[in-house]
Nanobody, 130 residues
């Protein structure tokens, strides 16, 4: 059984930083991907970032480029999302998700209809105060 557990959310002031972690179990890190997604109250889910677990290539949504960084420690089967220069608009529940194929993560990142990640965590709340 695949389990993804997010941690690291909390309350931070505008301009501050947080690092989210996603600990995976039952999911073999290889030629596949982990992604971060977020959903703010009253808004649709938004793709934040994906990382190819094989080559480490990272991809970002337009709203977080230059501010967020994704990385993965394959030995620990843990993926991280470093969030800097946080803004109140970044307030959301952040979800970690896994895809058996990297293309699925990339398509989901772009919001392609009908494309789903294979596994999801339960989310961690990030609140950015002004």
């Amino acid at each position: 059984e695949v389990q993804l557990v997010e941690s690291g959310g909390g309350l931070v002031k505008s301009g501050g930083s947080l690092r989210l972690s996603c600990a995976a179990s039952g999911f073999t890190f290889g030629d596949n991907a982990i992604g971060w997604f977020r959903q703010a109250p009253g808004k649709e889910r938004e793709g934040v970032s994906c990382i190819n677990l094989s080559d480490g290539n990272a991809y970002y949504g337009d709203s977080v480029k230059g501010r967020f960084g994704i990385s993965s420690d394959n030995a620990k089967t843990t993926t991280y999302l470093q969030m800097d220069s946080l803004e109140p608009e970044d307030t959301a529940v952040y979800y970690c998700a896994a895809a058996n194929f990297t293309w699925r993560c990339l398509m989901a990142l772009r919001g392609a209809p009908g494309v789903a990640m294979d596994y999801w965590g339960k989310g961690t709340l990030v609140t950015v105060s002004s």
